[in-house]
């Protein structure tokens, strides 16, 4: 987190934006580790998501609207931030594009994602319970990718941006209290509900046993945030 706010701090960027922010959790992040914007701006297709996040800051520097990333222009921002969601786009190439067009000069990219080495076994039920949704997200025609190695997240990115890469390092969230019975429970409750959306009933089954499979390894494993590694692209301070 220091290494975060040291970054902030140095290029006190006064616009910032968002890109499919969801309900805002890396904005909470970001804004408690910098105060010196004028401007962070949350966007994402979700209707529910751009709601939650809304709803949760009182800051009027903090701004969040449903919108498609490819449909933002005449805007520019310090720094944009991606978080959680590199696997979410079937075309990377194009989203950067965008992204870097959205970049005033100088401007820098901040990329943080979910990684599946280095992790101990309560992590690998975090990485293996991304896996299962993932896996139906597909099934159903929604681009939802596993995650990935960090070297591999680091050369897609070298691949599709003409930013270089300025810094990155793995992201440790510190465990602010173990996980509870009550927790395992609402996770299995998460995966039943999955399955249930499913309508096919020969993929309904088999991701109902892959189901069970998974419940056992958490309630075995426990159950704890994967790593995820954060890349800083653009010119070196």
Same mark, same amino acid.
């Given at each position: 987190?220091?290494?975060?706010?040291?970054?902030?701090?140095?290029?006190?960027?006064?616009?910032?934006?968002?890109?499919?922010?969801?309900?805002?959790?890396?904005?909470h992040l970001v804004v408690r580790l910098y105060d010196g914007y004028d401007l962070v701006k949350g966007i994402d297709i979700s209707e529910k998501g751009i709601e939650t996040a809304s709803k949760t800051f009182t800051d009027e520097r903090i701004v969040f609207e449903k919108m498609n990333v490819f449909d933002l222009e005449g805007e520019e921002f310090d720094v944009i931030m991606l978080s959680n969601s590199l696997h979410h786009f079937d075309d990377l190439d194009r989203l950067f594009k965008q992204l870097e067009g959205l970049l005033a000069s100088g401007g820098y990219l901040l990329i943080n994602e979910m990684m599946s080495d280095g992790l101990n076994k309560a992590q690998k039920s975090h990485m293996r319970l991304h896996h299962f949704a993932a896996e139906i997200d597909r099934f159903n025609g929604v681009v939802h990718e596993e995650t990935m190695k960090s070297k591999d997240i680091l050369s897609t990115?070298? +691949?599709? =941006?003409?930013? #270089? *890469?300025?810094?990155?390092?793995?992201?440790?969230?510190?465990?602010?209290? +173990?996980? =509870?019975?009550? #927790? *395992?429970?609402?996770?299995?409750?998460t995966i039943d509900r999955l399955v249930g959306k499913i309508e096919d009933s020969a993929f309904q089954e088999d991701m109902r046993q892959k189901g069970e499979k998974l419940k056992k390894y958490i309630n075995k494993k426990g159950f704890e945030l994967a790593t995820q590694m954060l890349v800083i692209m653009g010119e070196k301070l």
């Open positions: 987190m220091r290494k975060l706010q040291a970054f902030f701090q140095r290029v006190k960027p006064k616009r910032i934006l968002d890109v499919a922010t969801g309900n805002g959790s890396f904005v990115l070298s +691949e599709v =941006s003409t930013k #270089d *890469i300025f810094d990155a390092w793995d992201m440790v969230y510190p465990v602010e209290r +173990e996980t =509870s019975k009550e #927790d *395992i429970k609402n996770i299995g409750a």
